[in-house]
């Protein structure tokens, strides 16, 4: 609700001179950024937060792109920075005052929104709600290109704080780690349990100063002695623990990110590797860090390919056919014939395939990939889940994370597109398909 300090700034005389209230949200935009009281501007930035929230969704999508259309720069304040500019090129003053010029008015009037209490929070949401409507509504891309901007800068590593997550945290986070959990659902409190509690599990999670009780992104860890090739043992309720000193492998089995306002600014690169730091630490006996990863685009592709695609040879095509077989994956039969094939296709898939962009396809490679990972096993039959087998097969990988090959492997990947693979991996490739990766 509009507080009565709110109420009373927004309120201005029409041309009869009479009092009355703002007409809608870009207005109060405007009178926002005309304050120059910070104490006025806090209680404006509150009830604009507060309007736009109370707000319908199409009135809240029409300030969006009022946002678009009439918060940009200043023409104006450009053009006049733009003359200054051809009188003197050489001026750093003049170009820096370009510079300031150039900046859309929205930038400012975020920044004066994140003086609210709960601002940054409710700006988050703000743009989550843009992102919903960014298809149909290109003039968005401005305006989403500001939040990502300053979010950026923001959310930066840091204002991260790495906190760890256990059966003791207060319940209110707890219960967002079973609603944000994106890779394997949490199914009920005895279950998030058995991710935290044991001593051979871990949970990490970045939090922003502003968000306190908002963890941004987590990942899970399972303390093993080898290297899993299923999830079902890690999540298993009835499985008996370790003991952490005795084991030798972390495995990053979970990694979800919470804020969909937060979409491309990066925190899993960092977190993975903070997290190697903090089990060393703690663990020094393990030596081994790896991921059990899905791979969610790998059933559409084989799809594709099987449907016309021309980069899986005709005999792989061939035995691929009992993935037509309702059942495959329990029919043992089925199961090993079409083994040495899907291991064949995931190996083309991820050394081989590409995207419009020239990038590996699966996103969750190229998100361990580009952190520095080696794409170190295929695992098939590694998640029989009703969602693993609908968007992977079952399929599942590990990402190896050598803390000594890691900078290596991200500057090949980063540059040019060279990805980290084992040599058990490359085996897989079909001898018609083994040539050099394509750039």
């Not at 609603?179 to 051979?200: G, M, S």
């Not at 298993?236 to 952490?244: M, W, Y």
Request: charged share 25%; aromatic share 8%; with cysteine.
């Amino acid at each position: 609700m509009l507080t009565d300090r709110g109420r009373a700034l927004l309120r201005w005389r029409d041309p009869a001179g009479r009092v009355t209230a703002p007409p809608g949200l870009p207005d109060m935009g405007e009178l926002l950024l005309s304050r120059r009281g910070e104490a006025s501007g806090v209680a404006l930035a509150r009830a604009l937060v507060a309007a736009f929230e109370e707000a319908d969704e199409a009135r809240r999508l029409a300030f969006l792109e009022t946002l678009a259309d009439r918060f940009g720069p200043d023409p104006e304040a450009v053009s006049r920075a733009m003359q200054a500019v051809a009188r003197d090129p050489a001026s750093v003053e003049a170009v820096e005052a370009l510079h300031v010029a150039a900046e859309p008015r929205r930038q400012e009037l975020f920044r004066r929104l994140n003086l609210a209490p709960g601002g940054t929070a409710a700006l988050v949401r703000m743009r989550e709600e843009l992102l919903r409507h960014l298809k149909d509504s290109p003039a968005l891309r401005r305006v989403d290109s500001d939040f990502a901007h300053l979010f950026a800068s923001w959310f930066n590593r840091g204002f991260l704080v790495l906190r760890h997550i256990d059966w003791n945290t207060p319940a209110a986070i707890l219960e967002k780690i079973i609603r944000y959990e994106a890779v394997h659902a949490i199914q009920n409190w005895d279950d998030l349990r058995n991710r935290l509690q044991p001593t051979d599990r871990r949970c990490y999670g970045f939090f922003h100063p502003q968000l306190v009780d908002e963890p941004l992104i987590f990942v899970e860890v399972a303390l093993t002695r080898e290297i899993p090739d299923t999830v079902a043992p890690l999540l298993d309720l009835d499985r008996k623990p370790i003991d952490a000193a005795e084991a030798t492998t972390a495995v990053f089995y979970s990694i979800s990110n919470t804020q969909k306002g937060l979409a491309g600014v990066s925190f899993g690169n960092f977190l993975i590797k903070q997290v190697v730091e903090e089990l060393k630490s703690e663990l020094p006996q393990i030596q081994t860090f790896v991921t059990l990863s899905p791979v969610p685009g790998f059933a559409a592709w084989l799809a594709r390919e099987r449907e016309g695609g021309k980069m899986l040879p005709a005999e792989l095509l061939a035995a691929l056919t009992p993935l037509d077989q309702p059942g495959w994956h329990v029919d043992k039969d089925a199961a090993q014939a079409l083994r040495e094939p899907l291991l064949a296709a995931a190996a083309i898939y991820f050394l081989r395939a590409r995207d419009g962009k020239g990038r590996a396809v699966d996103p969750v490679a190229r998100f361990h990939l580009g952190n520095g990972a080696c794409l170190e096993r295929l695992n098939v039959l590694g998640d029989v889940s009703a969602n693993g087998l609908k968007q992977s097969h079952g399929l599942m990988v590990n990402y190896l994370y050598d803390p000594d090959r890691i900078e290596a492997n991200h500057e090949a990947f980063a540059e040019r597109t060279e990805i980290a693979a084992s040599d058990a991996v490359r085996r897989h490739l079909p001898a018609t398909t083994a040539m050099k990766e394509m750039p």
